[in-house]
């Protein structure tokens, strides 16, 4: 049984939230006037069979203090080579700075194993997506697993009388081993029980492609094994023909980090610039502190606040930069308030005014993720969103430095939690002037203006950067403000 190439899965969701992500769309503005019903439900379903697909291309940061980046390009392209298919397609991009490579998906000339073999494995919607962009399959995402079968042919005589059958095969039950040929689904409806044995038969599971199996049931799933880890099968072929980095690969490691592109772009729309305080209000996992660290050199003060304190620790046991100090923070809570006396540290809270540059990578409802197989989110939780990105724009402002910037960004593609954001603090901050994100990276090759809204002009829309339908990224927006006096 083999499969189409191209993939486009429904867009799995709550039912009311294509009502809300319509309702959001009536706030747009064009040629002067609101968008017409059948206009919203076109860019609708576009988006949403967006959503579902996964982008062609992966991006790499190449990390070092340098413009020479041969060995690094030379890692990366050994950690992409897979046997029996073509070398990998790999680029720089000529238009960005500081060794952004882009990683090309097998076209449709290269054959792949995508035949469906006996042993199905189910693995966890988020499980799935990061497999169809690229990544192997980890202990935790695996849900489903089958035992095994070995067919015994000829029986002894004694076995045949205990069982009282006469029969020439008989199947002995054990655990799949090491090495075999899986073929893997993603349970797309959150139904599959973990440690399932039997078939998984559900008309809402997606293939996703096929792989080699690394760790067995005992390992996975005993009560021992109560928090496994590890590799859990080696991906060899996927439906969105993204090359998988081979397992071992730690050549590439530390100066060769997978990051979406406008996650990059983020940073550079920054501009850190050495010697300077710089803050990260909403930091973990930490790919873009790292990153503003390696715009910076390294020199000058990057701190880097995170609510959650397993995400702070996980921060800390990779961030090897020293000009990074890393606090389990509220980030509403970081500035000082006055009715509070305080004796100064180099730890929040922190007084007014007293960084030169803010990144603000908000918390958000993540509908840009891409390819989105499952999203639970209910439209309680969607509203939940903008009260908080309020609260820390308005904790951003009062932190930020006279002539110092501010970058606002989101993961999600809802007008209110971005466009939204920015027409509410140019109201509220009169200070702030909007700056131009394509000017700031020298290039209108990435992105798209946002949308005219009640409270941004079309002038000011053209300054924020929108990653949509018309992007092969992840769901972004990006907006650049200064503090004027």
């Known amino acids: 049984m083999t499969l189409l190439q191209v993939h486009c899965f429904p867009f799995k969701h709550n039912l009311e939230i294509c009502d809300e992500l319509i309702e959001d769309l009536r706030k747009a503005i064009t040629n002067d006037k609101y968008l017409e019903q059948s206009e919203i439900e076109e860019k609708i379903d576009a988006l949403c069979k967006w959503l579902c697909t996964t982008p062609k291309k992966s991006f790499y940061r190449l990390d070092r203090f340098t413009d020479y980046y ?16 073509p070398d990998p397609s790999i680029h720089f991009l000529p238009d960005l700075p500081n060794g952004i490579v882009a990683v090309d998906s097998w076209d449709c000339s290269v054959s792949l194993d995508l035949k469906i073999y006996p042993d199905e494995i189910i693995v966890d919607a988020i499980c799935g997506a990061a497999v169809l962009r690229g990544s192997h399959i980890y202990a935790p995402g695996v849900i489903g697993m089958p035992n095994g079968r070995v067919c015994v042919h000829r029986i002894l005589y004694v076995i045949k009388s205990i069982i009282k059958e006469s029969c020439n095969q008989i199947y002995l039950i054990i655990g799949l081993s090491i090495n075999t040929k899986v073929s893997v689904f993603a349970d797309v409806a959150g139904q599959c029980k973990k440690g399932l ?60 980090l997978l990051q979406n592109l406008p996650s990059i772009v983020c940073s550079l729309v920054l501009n850190p610039q ?73 730890g929040p809270p922190f007084e007014e005014n007293y960084f030169d540059r803010i990144l603000l990578d908000t918390p958000c409802s993540a509908l840009g993720q891409r390819p989105q197989l499952y999203n639970t989110i209910t439209p309680a939780q969607l509203h939940s969103y903008v009260p908080l990105q309020r609260n820390l724009f308005s904790t951003a402002v009062r932190l930020l430095k006279l002539k110092g910037t501010l970058v606002y960004s989101t993961c999600t593609i809802t007008i209110a939690e971005n466009e939204g954001i920015i027409a509410w603090a140019l109201k509220q901050f009169p200070k702030l002037q909007l700056q131009s994100v394509k000017d700031r990276i020298k290039t209108d090759k990435y992105g798209t203006p946002g949308y005219v809204i009640d409270g941004l002009t079309n002038e000011n829309a053209k300054k924020v950067c929108r990653f949509g339908p018309e992007s092969d990224s992840i769901g972004f927006f990006i907006a650049c403000l200064k503090k004027c006096s």
Do not use: W
């Open 274 to 346: 050495p010697g300077e305080t710089i803050l990260d209000m909403c930091a973990a996992p930490g790919n873009k502190t790292t990153h503003i660290s390696l715009l910076m050199k390294g020199q000058g003060t990057i701190i880097a606040l995170e609510k959650n304190s397993g995400k702070v620790k996980r921060f800390k046991e990779k961030c090897n930069e020293k000009n990074i100090k890393i606090f389990c923070c509220d980030a509403t809570k970081a500035v000082i308030e006055r009715e509070h006396s305080f004796i100064h540290t180099d």
């Open 197 to 256: 044995i039997k078939p998984y038969a559900n008309s809402n599971k997606i293939y996703l492609g096929n792989g080699i199996l690394r760790q067995t049931r005992k390992e996975l799933f005993c009560k021992a094994a109560r928090n496994p880890r590890g590799i859990a099968i080696i991906m060899t072929d996927v439906i969105s023909r993204i090359p998988q980095l081979n397992v071992n690969n730690e050549s590439l490691r530390p100066h060769a």
């Open 70 to 85: 041969t060995n690094d390009l030379d890692n990366l392209y050994k950690a992409l080579k897979q046997d029996g298919k």
